[in-house]
């Protein structure tokens, strides 16, 4: 019930990334009850989450900054240009893909939610402040692309794509994991990362841990297209 409360509390600031969980449930329910050859509704259904979000994020923008969930999420107009940009490309992604999955007879669902998810996982990265919460966003975004390299399973190209990748993800999420840890430490156990720029002091011999985090962050998202 305290969980509850407090999501009606701060769910405002959260409210375009609530319209994508909402989409991303509403598929799920729909593959498991409709037939799999009617795909109108999966696209109907994720372009409508993704308008609907553009749209309350762009009623947003006049909205005073916030940091809310106890210092976890804020939400200034610097995070929603990064959020509209990402919320732009995957609305862009959907009809420019449809010609090719029709071709290669690929399943609809798998892409869409990976999609929908890759997009929510992005938006909670752009509005990230505590290290916690950027782990995590990020994870979902670079698990979403794993998925992606290995959409096409009747390609070896692209089995040894998804190998490939899930490899290197793993060896970048065990050095990012590594500095944000540091980071932890050196700030006086500080999460949030305002907190941590605050209680650093960067001697010479610990400028190896920021560049851990910044490494593995960098690596993350780099190898992707490298592997495909």
């Known amino acids: 019930m305290k969980e509850f409360h407090l999501l009606l509390f701060y769910g405002s600031s959260i409210f375009p990334e609530c319209i994508l969980i909402f989409g991303l449930f509403l598929l799920l329910v729909i593959n498991f ?3 799999q050859k009617k795909t109108t509704w999966f696209y109907f259904i994720s372009l409508t989450s993704l308008v609907l979000s553009t749209t309350f994020l762009l009623f947003q923008w006049r909205e005073e900054p916030t ?3 106890f210092g976890n999420f804020q939400t200034n107009n610097f995070n929603k240009i990064f959020q509209f940009l990402i919320l732009l490309c995957s609305t862009l ?3 420019l893909f449809v010609e090719y999955i029709q071709c290669t007879e690929m399943a609809v669902t798998e892409f869409l939610l990976f999609i ?3 997009t929510l996982g992005g938006m909670f990265l752009c509005g990230a402040n505590d290290v916690t919460t950027v782990f995590v966003s990020l994870e979902c975004l670079s698990l979403c692309s794993y998925l992606f390299s290995g959409y096409t399973k009747r390609d070896v190209r692209s089995n040894e794509a998804i190998m490939k990748y899930l490899l290197m993800g793993g060896t970048s999420s065990s050095i990012l994991i590594y ?5 932890y430490g050196l700030s006086g156990r500080e999460c949030e990362l305002q ?5 650093l002091i960067f001697p010479l011999a610990e400028l190896s841990i920021p560049i851990h985090s910044i490494f593995g962050s960098i ?3 780099k190898i992707g297209p490298s592997s495909i």
Not at 179 to 183: F, R, V
Not at 195 to 199: F, H, V, W
């Open 195 to 199: 907190e941590i720029a605050n209680g």
């Open 219 to 221: 690596l993350k998202e």
């Open 33 to 35: 009850i409709s037939d």
């Open 179 to 183: 500095g944000l840890s540091w980071l």
């Open 67 to 69: 940091i809310s969930f």
């Open 93 to 95: 992604c959907i009809p």
């Open 116 to 118: 929908l998810t890759a």
